[in-house]
């Protein structure tokens, strides 16, 4: 039989050991809140487009022309069955959101259905986008296209071959990426390929002017920061102020391109700055 003496050493040998263990963990960070706590905001109620003005090319600011924008069955539509002759002419199309926000998350559950709108360019085969960083639709003139903002781009996959989505484009505007101002139009994430009809789960957490991260279905596929205004660019020139590039907020908008898609979820998280 074990000397009696051995077990209380033993025990306190092995509680000093856990309370290594314990203080060497990563502290939780403070502003940090758990996933049941988290206080999710619905941007799009399921019945109307309350809180919802689109801006469509060649349109006034909050005529929803042909319809495209509409809410059946529980879902954010994007439709393009009622256009003239039933070509698309480019009428490019963002619903923006009534408000600005600053620091969030931004989740959103996207598919694409049907057949391309005729008349849509090539590359806006199963394509549309969430814009953030979005100028006040109130801004543009009636034949812009695209706002000046920051866009999470979506991609569905052509049914064979690699086609990322939650990709970046940046319409009037610049990021940080790699630690390098970034001027191309668009990089991709590293996410896999949605072929078919699927329903697809997106977030972006946007921290102000500073770090942006793409996820698709909780996977980090891109990171980058400093979204900024192009200087170079027409539209994003005449927003700029007292020589100020960064984008610290901006309106959402979901985008209208040719291709017809369903949201069925848009919803916020709030973050402290």
């Known amino acids: 039989m074990r000397n009696p003496t051995y077990w209380p050493s033993f025990l306190q040998a092995s509680l000093s050991a856990l309370a290594v263990m314990l203080t060497s963990l990563p502290p939780v960070p403070a502003d940090e809140t758990s996933r049941a706590e988290e206080k999710w905001i619905p941007l799009f109620?399921?019945?109307?487009?309350?809180?919802?003005?689109?801006?469509?090319?060649?349109?006034?600011?909050?005529?929803?022309?042909?319809?495209t924008f509409r809410v059946e069955e529980g879902l954010l539509k994007v439709r393009y069955d009622k256009y003239q002759n039933g070509e698309f002419a480019d009428q490019f199309g963002h619903l923006f959101y009534k408000d600005k926000f600053s620091h969030y998350r931004l989740r959103v559950e996207y598919r694409f259905v049907g057949d391309q709108c005729r008349g849509g360019p090539s590359w806006a085969i199963r394509n549309s986008g969430i814009m953030f960083h979005a100028q006040d639709p109130k801004t543009m003139t009636k034949d812009q296209?695209?706002?000046?903002?920051i866009e999470a781009q979506l991609l569905g996959g052509l049914g064979k071959g690699q086609r990322p989505t939650n990709n970046m484009c940046s319409p009037g505007t610049h990021v940080v990426l790699g630690g390098k101002l970034f001027t191309p139009h668009c990089t991709n994430s590293k996410s896999k390929t949605y072929h078919g009809d699927q329903w697809v789960t997106v977030e972006i957490e946007v921290r102000g002017s500073g770090t942006v991260k793409h996820f698709v279905e909780?996977?980090?596929?891109l990171e980058y920061e400093k979204p900024q205004l192009d200087p170079n660019d027409p539209d994003a020139k005449k927003l700029i102020k007292n020589g100020q590039l960064l984008l610290e907020e901006g309106y959402i908008a979901l985008q209208s391109e040719s291709h017809p898609c369903d949201f069925r979820k848009v919803e916020i998280l709030l973050l402290k700055k």
């Open 45 to 67: 109620n399921g019945q109307n487009l309350d809180g919802w003005t689109p801006k469509i090319t060649g349109h006034d600011l909050g005529e929803n022309y042909a319809d």
């Open 145 to 149: 296209k695209f706002p000046v903002s």
């Open 218 to 221: 909780d996977e980090l596929v």
